[in-house]
């Protein structure tokens, strides 16, 4: 199954399925990448025994020079370090403006890569082969970025790849937690767009968690056509992208303060939707939503409470610098009932301590 971003002459397919990543070198070829360019496949180590060896064959079988690099696991790789050791390899092996990067993974090696392709000689093409459920989400979209010890994705840009290509078949080996984490920004964009999704998600909870293919694939496609849908309208949030961010506020300032380890990406937006469902409810703007909420999220055994005590003036800190933030404002995609959004710019700071606290 395929989605389309459409960006004008900048639009690019979306390839879904099982088996996906057998046919990558055609993929390529139509997606303007000629064989014979050189390809630079990043990966981390966890990836790297189950997938790179296949990939890298499957590539220089169909004509391109393949060159690889492995970074460690984890969010901890976002950095501006990892970043220089990628930029030191590229120059090393002599990849050109010609030359592709390739990123095999999840959103980790998705964001890293991006940037790096982004940034490499202004600028070089860029594909995505996602491997974790929750980068049905990374990999569309074009933003792509690496961290600072103050503040999540602050060292990014917007670099669209020229093909995705999603293998449903990578996804049978992640780990339960990761498969939970992906779930999360599954079932986001259910609360920001679609609250028929939301409901099939609550009845098929046990279908899915048992990855029966079929039912993977359609979430999936319902899923990544919501990013789709609001990427092609609003490629470099000016408006609509925003509400992509729903739980993201409070998310990465979970992350930043816990280090980027302890809990996942996925984990820290389920806990910011919570807290984002509170807030609104607490501002008057939605009724009744935090239960369901909570609900939908421990259905697919994710957390809605932090598992760690964090200072409130430190997270109140981090939110202020988050980037969708104008001149030190708390801003907030906070929902209006579920499967809706809206996006408030000056929200007073009590409310968001008091939810905090919470
Ligand atoms: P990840 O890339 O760290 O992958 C999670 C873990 O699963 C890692 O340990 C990885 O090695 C392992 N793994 C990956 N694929 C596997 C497979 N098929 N089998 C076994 N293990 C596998 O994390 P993620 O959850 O995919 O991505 C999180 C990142 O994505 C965060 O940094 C977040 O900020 C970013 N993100 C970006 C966007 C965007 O629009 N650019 C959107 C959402 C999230
Ligand atoms: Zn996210």
């Known amino acids: 199954k395929c989605l389309t971003v459409e960006l004008g002459e900048r639009s690019y397919p979306i390839w879904i399925g099982p088996g996906v990543r057998q046919k990558l070198a055609d993929l390529l070829q139509q997606a303007g990448i000629a064989p014979g360019r050189k390809l630079f496949v990043v990966t981390d180590q966890n990836i790297a025994p189950l997938y790179l060896e296949d990939t890298v064959q499957l590539l220089t079988e169909g004509g391109y020079a393949v060159h690889h690099f492995i970074v460690p696991a984890g969010e901890e790789a ?123 998600l609550e009845e098929n909870a046990d279908g899915l968690q048992a990855f029966d293919h079929e039912l993977l694939q359609a979430a999936l496609l319902r899923a990544c056509s919501v990013k789709v849908a609001v990427v092609s309208q609003d490629e470099r949030e000016q408006g609509l992208r925003a509400i992509l961010n729903l739980g993201h506020t409070f998310g990465h300032a979970f992350e930043a303060l816990t280090g980027y380890k302890g809990i996942n990406h996925g984990e820290a937006v389920a806990i910011g939707m919570v807290a984002a469902a509170r807030l609104a409810e607490r501002l008057g703007l939605a009724e009744n939503i935090s239960e369901r909420t909570v609900r939908v999220l421990r259905q697919y055994r994710l957390p809605v409470a932090l598992p760690v005590p964090l200072d409130v003036d430190e997270m109140l800190d981090v939110m ?39």
């Open 78 to 200: 976002k950095s501006l370090a990892i970043y220089e050791q990628i930029m030191t390899e590229a120059l090393t092996i002599g990849l050109d403006r010609k030359s592709a990067f390739l990123a095999l993974g999840g959103g980790v090696v998705g964001d890293l890569t991006g940037f790096a392709a982004a940034t490499y000689m202004r600028g070089v093409a860029f594909v995505q082969v996602p491997t974790t459920l929750l980068a049905h989400d990374s990999s569309v979209g074009g933003k792509v970025a690496v961290n600072h010890p103050l503040g999540k994705n602050i060292i990014g840009a917007f670099h669209q790849p020229k093909l995705v290509a999603y293998d449903t078949n990578a996804l049978t080996t992640l780990p339960p937690r990761e498969v939970a984490s992906g779930f999360a920004e599954v079932i986001k964009h259910g609360l920001i767009w679609d609250a028929s999704f939301v409901t099939w």
């Open 320 to 358: 202020r610098r988050d980037k969708k933030g104008e001149g030190g404002k708390l801003v907030f995609v906070l929902p209006t009932a579920i499967g809706k959004v809206d996006i408030y710019k000056n929200i007073e700071e009590e409310p968001v301590r008091a939810v905090l606290a919470e």
